[in-house]
């Protein structure tokens, strides 16, 4: 890095990154939403269309998620090391990928109604999404940094919730479905849709590891 | 960090990163006796305790590992970089992580009788976790390097057996069972065990880039 | 690290670590070339013979991405950010992986002539690891970093046109397959094969992400 650019990084206003961490779980929050009426409808056109919706967001996530990279690149000083801007970065990215991929598996795969444990699911990563929002919120003037911890120990709850939900519905399915590539589709959909509350997780686990080094 | 922090932070002893990762590597080692207590009996009410005891010792490398974050977080100076004491942490918490979700698998899905790749693959991970054990134990004074990387290596060849016996028993399952769900179980299993030797090879690899480090 | 290994260091031929990187780019090129040869034949004793050959070259990756590793512990100056190039070592050693796992189930589920899908992710696959190639050697002297990015961006695009191929055989073969076993070994090599161009885009983003801290 050259001395100038060095010097100007300094003046850089790094709040850049706040505001694009606050898009991107602001798009999460959308994209989980518009999940829950792709699986409420059973309507395959609507479906097409909605999973359409959550696409743009997140190829939104991904031009945002790019900047954030960029402007790692650009800035010297940041408002928290660099490696957990790029761990929160990836953190979220994997969040809105698994909302995405989710919502494909339904329309790839013609699912019909959809098993009540995938409500349960979709309603449960509403929650983490929620505090998620919350807690990358909280990052920008760490006033109140035992309400951000709170929604780091609920996103562990949510978690576990998460995953008693996912292990009753595969055993569901093992145990109910006949076909072979159904229960391979209906896995495959539950699964996916149980890794969005894991990454909401990582996204909890930086952001404490944030909090140890500031608070 | 402010000045008497950072001041404070040198007086700390750093020691506390090795208790932390012996106190894990050895939880280690009881899970995975526990799980061949799990795989040699077919009672479904002692495998549910003996799972409930693997979970037990997961948990509370969760909570060590979390200390291990917690005090990365405090710590100005570390022993080794901090980017490995990540890696060795998160790498410790997989394959703990991994041991678990195997124990699990054979409850949820009420598996009988395991197959003989089970009990073999079982042994491996004993033979790895040993080997782990003793690197990690060899990190605090670091007088003998090349105990630690003979170790390291062992895990290697160890890992390389375990792909073996992991593909040979996929191939007899794809070729011997007929039922969809069944075979799906058993991959599962089978795919879960065989991680953790994968994991014990990530250890191994920390161990290996702290080692030309530090040598 | 020691005073005189610290002064010494500053004269290490750092260009060490492009050598390596452009070795290990070459050998992906050529194991995707066997790979195409192996599918190409349904000679079940050529294709053992083949996927041997692309086992040496993952084995000689394996060599260079540890002597990366090496490099990266003995020197203190690098030509690019450590943490990049550990980033990039990982990457190219994850396209490896998967191109030679891809060759490895062929034989071990004892394939006969392959999907169409499977050609066409191949010769994908083949466009990606070109890009690769390009990226990775205009690394060296960063004179034309418009050209690096153009591969960057390429490499992206493929990606793209992989997962649409992947979702499009996934489909045909839940579809078509009725065998519980034949449709888990058709996903499991195609999902294996997918995962090289999403490897390789991780090979973009890293060098992407050089680039704008060196332009």
Redesign the interface.
């Known amino acids: 890095?050259s001395f100038s650019k060095f010097l100007q990084s300094f003046s850089a206003k790094n709040n850049v990154f706040y505001g694009l961490f606050e898009q991107i779980a602001e798009n999460i929050i959308q994209m989980n939403k518009l999940f829950i009426g792709v699986i409420n409808s059973s309507d395959a056109n609507f479906r097409k269309d909605e999973v359409k919706k959550i696409k743009d967001y997140e190829h939104q996530n991904d031009n945002l998620t790019h900047e954030v990279?960029?402007e790692?690149?650009?800035n010297f000083i940041t408002p928290f090391d660099r490696?957990d801007i790029h761990a929160l970065a990836s953190a979220l990215d994997d969040v809105a990928d698994y909302i995405d991929s989710s919502s494909?598996k339904i329309v790839?795969?013609r699912l019909g109604e959809l098993d009540n444990e995938i409500h349960k699911l979709a309603a449960i990563n509403d929650e983490a999404v929620a505090e998620v929002k919350l807690a990358v919120y909280g990052l920008r003037n760490m006033k109140d940094t035992a309400k951000i911890r709170e929604s780091c120990i609920k996103i562990n709850g949510i978690e576990n919730r998460a995953d008693d939900i996912f292990?009753y519905g595969?055993?569901s399915i093992?145990?109910n479905?006949?076909?072979?590539?159904m229960?391979?589709?209906k896995?495959d959909l539950l699964q996916s849709m149980e890794i969005v509350t894991d990454k909401c997780e990582d996204v909890a686990?930086v952001i404490?590891?944030i909090l140890?080094?500031y608070a």
Do not use: C, N, Q, R
Not at 177 to 181: D, I, L, N, S, V
């Open positions: 890095m990279f960029i790692l690149g650009k490696e494909k790839l795969y292990e595969l055993v093992l145990e479905e006949k076909e072979a590539a229960i391979i589709k896995k686990d404490e590891s140890v080094k």
